[in-house]
């Protein structure tokens, strides 16, 4: 061989050398990699998978983020998984403390703006990608939150149902009220609390398509006088001189951002009638520290996950009082599940309408989120809380 093909030689095993040491970091569980024809074992035991490298994922990146970096590499088909994506996720994220994480680098990804133009631009970038898009995935209710598996044998449908009922349930709706969603989606929960509570029903959302979708539904149920859905920020409503019975929200504090989370709870405060109920139901992290470059940059752009502990305190700050606290998460890895798998069966359409770069992120977005649930990485929590104290409320709990 020649000089120059000596040293790339040598330059090639210095970087394999270099993954398979970075890989080495994660051996709780027993995993093979697949490297230039070569394979190596990792951890003790019975392999459980195998990460299969087609091209070099490159050591600045490692050190940078272990998670945009195997996540980018996986996008882009250098690498892939022999075996059960879900599963190999689950053990890389069981050992997410040993991920290398360089906050000052990645600044711009880990701190995006939390203004309200800017904002507005990160939900439009998730949630307009078209009606046709989330159709062929979701269920027909077109949720995109946690469902509530109340019967082993629920489908996706039933069990989205299920939780905006049981939602309607914990609200103590009765006929007449008015009920405020932040962040509606394509309106199906005001529709239902309309159709079922003869109540009056606000929504706003961020998302175009959203409220394209949300207006087709309303003139469909002739509910144009009972449901309004309205194209604006939920800091803009006070001005609007609106005041309501009920309030909820599902699967949007994700998006306020940490130095918003004040106002949000002043705002709904505001917008709460005294002794009104407010439902908050959301994402959870374990702490206040931001560290999702992947998700961030590719999925959720500007997503932050509250802690429970300073939901709660800003809550008693805007004079909210808890009534009650439930975790879903193990509701939310069966309900990320169901999306992964109708997922995997329009690989096809979706790669025809996009590329296939664009499918895998979906896979890894789905699979990952569900993952993470499962193993308790992240939480879901229904925060139920009155404005002030109610005490003419059952004193058990009715739902």
């Not at 120059?4 to 970075?22: A, P, V």
């Not at 951890?43 to 940078?64: A, I, N, S």
């Not at 239902?192 to 961020?206: H, I, N």
């Amino acid at each position: 061989p020649s000089r120059r093909e000596i040293f790339l030689m040598h330059f090639q095993k210095l970087m394999d050398d270099f993954l398979l040491h970075y890989l080495n970091h994660f051996d709780k569980h027993c995993f093979n990699v697949k490297l230039h024809d070569r394979e190596y074992t990792i951890g003790q035991g019975e392999p459980e998978f195998t990460v299969v490298v087609h091209k070099d994922v490159p050591k600045k990146e490692l050190l940078e983020s272990t998670q945009l970096a195997l996540g980018e590499a996986y996008m882009r088909g250098d690498i892939e998984i022999e075996g059960d994506l879900f599963h190999m996720l689950c053990t890389f994220l069981e050992q997410a403390d040993r991920f290398s994480l360089d906050r000052k680098g990645l600044r711009n990804i880990l701190y995006m703006s939390e203004k309200k133009k800017d904002q507005a631009k990160e939900v439009s970038s998730h949630y307009d990608l078209g009606n046709e898009f989330y159709k062929l995935w979701l269920d027909p209710t077109m949720s995109y939150s946690c469902a509530y598996f109340k019967h082993e044998d629920d489908t996706l449908e039933q069990a989205q149902r299920n939780k905006v009922d049981y939602i309607l349930e914990k609200l103590y709706l009765k006929k007449g009220m008015t009920l405020l969603d932040i962040g509606c989606g394509w309106g199906f929960l005001l529709i239902e609390a309309a159709k079922k509570y003869g109540v009056k029903g606000y929504g706003c959302t961020l998302s175009k398509e959203q409220w394209k979708k949300g207006q087709e539904r309303i003139k469909a149920e002739g509910l144009e006088g009972q449901v309004q859905i309205e194209l604006v920020d939920y800091r803009d409503l006070e001005d609007k001189g609106l005041i309501f019975d009920r309030i909820v929200s599902v699967g949007m504090m994700e998006h306020v951002g940490r130095s918003n989370y004040a106002t949000y709870m002043e705002t709904a405060n505001h917008l709460l009638k005294d002794g009104g109920i407010f439902l908050l139901h959301t994402i959870t992290g374990h702490d206040e520290v931001v560290s999702e470059p992947w998700i961030r940059k590719y999925i959720f752009p500007g997503g932050t996950l509250p802690s429970l502990r300073e939901l709660i305190s800003h809550a008693y700050d805007a004079d909210f009082r808890v009534l009650d606290v439930e975790s879903l998460r193990r509701h939310y890895y069966r309900t990320l599940m169901c999306w992964y798998h109708n997922f995997l069966k329009v690989h096809d359409v979706v790669a025809g309408w996009k590329n296939e770069e664009f499918v895998r992120m979906w896979d890894l977005y789905l699979a990952g989120c569900a993952a993470a649930f499962y193993i308790g990485y992240i939480d879901i929590h229904q925060v139920l809380m009155t404005k002030g104290n109610n005490n003419e409320l059952p004193m058990t709990r009715w739902y």
